[in-house]
């Protein structure tokens, strides 16, 4: 029997021994975890294929096998040889227009070189030689292609290949025709700011009127002798926004009408598009505060407008419910979201904003409107339904009746959709699969083949003995249950005493705990393990897929709720028999740096040590969309500004605390950071920083990143 349990001991000690140790390389210069996926999906108009990019080729799929069938273009094989980015089809599926020489601007914007494939004649040509373009579009019909080059916005007829310049003010930091300032990229998510009118004889676009907004000075070292300034126009809470216009433009007599958007100009306009009416555009419209929503309708050859449907909240109104507004083919209703029964759920108005009826119902958050097949009448969508930790696929029919579970497995789904609603792709994952994709045939619900399986991913977590989620949940101080999940030693012993290293992010409706395949920084925490340390992931209150009040609770009040559920954490920690309750560390990335700002700074001394990146450190630096939205402005709410900002308690950091920032960032400015080095050393406190030069808010670059995580595991190693 002693021979026996001496085998058993020696083959346990060998299987931990075996287990592949990770390093910072394997996850920043090395592709050792490297998730493959199917990306660039087009779905083709016959309702048979669709196309993807692969290996610069654009190739055309059979969608009842998934096998390859034809190589649309090769980027390889043209003439002028194209290393393709991205591609789009027109509506006809006769042309492509291929993305290359791509050069990106901030998180979205970008420049790029376009050129435009004939299928049929297998033809290339350069859609413009007037310098780099952005956001090319065809029109309708494929005759035409709009895009933006220096701030005006320009369009190509491919016939003769005649340019058309559609508007001429266009100058940086001052006019912007058919794209986004700064804040709109950033925080409404978009930067081709033109629409083509359905029959393709309108364009609609947005022209911004920065010129009254502050400019934000960014010097850039670049290994020059001289720095250069890089000005560019960032509004701060409370101060001046861009003006913006809605305008039209006839394609055929290049005429331009304003859309009347009202008197009032300090407003925003997070969305526009066009009816299923090629003469009504639909205008997205929001006060200041964005609490107030209006849905406007525009006569698009007149400019006169109409207010059909508007929408109030207390805190705000979140702007999801303007990406889900769906005008149906008939032209006569439209779907929009609202979480205005508590909940994110799905509606259906008449087209002048009477409401026919709530389709969605229930203690739960849809998350995605995924589409309508009208011919059906059935609607799709993902939702928390079945768990706020998971993301599932559902029909359910127009009239709110049969709602149906498409996806079975537990864990996490995102789809698309064929257009014709005959097929979708589910890519799916759990926190003990890796990701999937799989192709489906949505009558019967039956799977046609997968796509992606990750094998080698599969391989590595296992050579490398990749620690799985363990769900929990604790106790707010006001008995709020809150999500999060551990990662431990794989030889862990309850016998022993853990130090706990906590990661959040902690912001506005986002979600870090969810049953899904890794996460944020997820190798590094596996890293972190392998060096005998618990890792813990955790959603504050004020995060996602919980509900209206539970993510609007933080308004006006950013990290006050946040930092008494961090502490929270940390005293639940604590209490486990299997953790040293002195050796408790916590970090973040931007909001979530400002959060273990706030705790090393205000909690206490709950943690022994704590690590930053890229924080927020006062509101009143940061952008005004965001920052107003849960927190009015400055002069409207001035203590919630500084009675939660790391600043007011520099005097009271405890424990050991790193710093880090990326001096080009141009998002959650340095100025941050050195603001907070300042207070920090006039209170007479030690700590430690580092910055990056010339990286923006993520830090990026292989070699920075292994830097950085290096940096940030040494920290750890020394401190807790």
Not at 436 to 447: E, I, P
């Amino acid at each position: 029997m002693k021979k026996v349990l001496s085998m058993l001991l020696l083959i346990s000690s060998a299987t931990v021994f075996s287990q592949k140790m990770i390093t910072v390389d394997d996850f920043t210069t090395k592709n050792t975890f490297t998730a493959r996926t199917v990306t660039g999906i087009n779905w083709m108009n016959d309702g048979k294929y669709y196309s993807a990019l692969d290996d610069n080729k654009v190739i055309r799929y059979d969608i009842t096998t998934g096998q390859a069938v034809e190589t649309i273009v090769d980027g390889a094989a043209l003439n002028p040889r194209i290393e393709i980015h991205s591609y789009s089809l027109s509506a006809d599926e006769k042309k492509l227009l291929l993305r290359t020489d791509y050069k990106g601007i901030y998180r979205r914007s970008y420049s790029a070189e376009y050129y435009v494939y004939d299928i049929p004649s297998r033809s290339v040509s350069k859609l413009s030689s007037g310098g780099k373009q952005s956001y090319a579009a065809f029109s309708p019909d494929a005759s035409r292609v709009a895009f933006v080059r220096s701030n005006n916005l320009f369009m190509v007829n491919l016939a003769d290949k005649s340019e058309t310049q559609v508007t001429a003010d266009g100058k940086f930091n001052a006019i912007i025709n058919g794209t986004t300032d700064w804040v709109y990229e950033e925080e409404f998510g978009f930067v081709d700011a033109f629409f083509w009118s359905p029959d393709g004889k309108k364009i609609a676009y947005y022209r911004f009127d920065e010129s009254a907004v502050k400019e934000y000075n960014m010097q850039v070292w670049n290994g020059q002798l001289y720095p250069k300034d890089y000005k560019y126009k960032y509004p701060k809470p409370g101060e001046a926004n861009s003006v913006i216009e809605i305008w039209v433009y006839d394609v055929a007599t290049g005429k331009k009408v304003k859309a009347d958007i009202g008197t009032e100009t300090d407003i925003y306009i997070p969305r526009v598009k066009w009816t299923t009416d090629p003469n009504m555009l639909s205008i997205c419209k929001l006060n200041r505060l964005q609490n107030h929503f209006d849905l406007i309708h525009t006569n698009a050859t007149t400019g006169e407008s109409k207010t059909v449907f508007t929408e109030k909240d207390e805190a705000y109104v979140d702007i999801e419910g303007m990406d889900d507004l769906t005008y149906l083919d008939d032209g006569k209703q439209f779907i929009y979201s609202s979480e205005s029964d508590g909940y994110k759920h799905l509606y259906l108005y008449t087209i002048d904003g009477k409401l026919v009826r709530q389709i969605t119902t229930g203690n739960f958050e849809v998350l995605k409107y995924v589409g309508l097949d009208e011919k059906n009448k059935t609607l799709y969508f993902t939702s928390t339904e079945v768990s706020p930790l998971e993301k599932h696929f559902y029909s359910i029919g127009l009239d709110g009746k049969k709602k149906t579970r498409l996806s079975q497995a537990a864990g996490t789904h995102t789809v698309n959709m064929s257009n014709d609603f005959q097929f979708y792709i589910d890519y799916y994952s759990s926190a003990s699969q890796a990701p999937v994709v799989n192709l489906y045939r949505t009558k019967g619900n039956s799977m046609i083949k997968v796509l992606e399986k990750n094998e080698g991913l599969v391989r590595a977590s296992e050579e490398y003995g990749l620690a799985t989620k363990e769900f929990f949940t604790f106790s707010g101080n006001d008995g709020t249950q809150l999500n999060g999940y551990m990662l431990k030693p794989r030889n862990f012993d309850a016998a022993k005493k853990y130090p706990v290293m906590i990661y959040q992010y902690s912001g506005p409706g986002s979600q870090n705990a969810a049953n899904d395949w890794g996460g944020k920084h997820f190798y590094f925490h596996q890293l972190l393990t392998q060096k005998g340390y618990i890792v813990a992931v955790i959603d504050t209150r004020g995060t996602g897929s919980r509900g209206e009040k539970f993510k609007k609770l933080t308004y006006k009040q950013l990290g006050k709720y946040e930092l008494e559920d961090l502490i929270s954490a940390g005293k639940y920690f604590a209490s486990l028999n299997y953790v040293d309750g002195s050796r408790l560390g916590i970090w973040g990335w931007s909001y979530g740096g400002y959060m273990s700002s706030l705790v090393m700074t205000r909690g206490g001394g709950v943690f022994k040590a704590g690590i930053a990146v890229s924080p927020v450190t006062n509101w009143r630096f940061y952008d005004n969309i965001y920052t107003e939205r849960y927190m009015q402005t400055p002069q409207l709410n001035a203590s919630g500004y500084d009675d939660n900002s790391p600043l007011t308690y520099a005097d009271k950091l405890q424990g050991k605390f790193l710093l880090i920032h990326g001096t080009g960032d141009d998002n959650v400015h340095f100025q941050n950071s050195v603001v907070f080095q300042e207070a920090l050393i006039n209170a007479g406190k030690q700590f430690e920083s580092f910055y990056y030069p010339d990286k923006n808010h993520r830090i990026p670059g292989a070699k920075t990143q292994l830097h950085l995580y290096t940096l940030m595991m040494e920290f750890v190693l020394r401190n807790l």
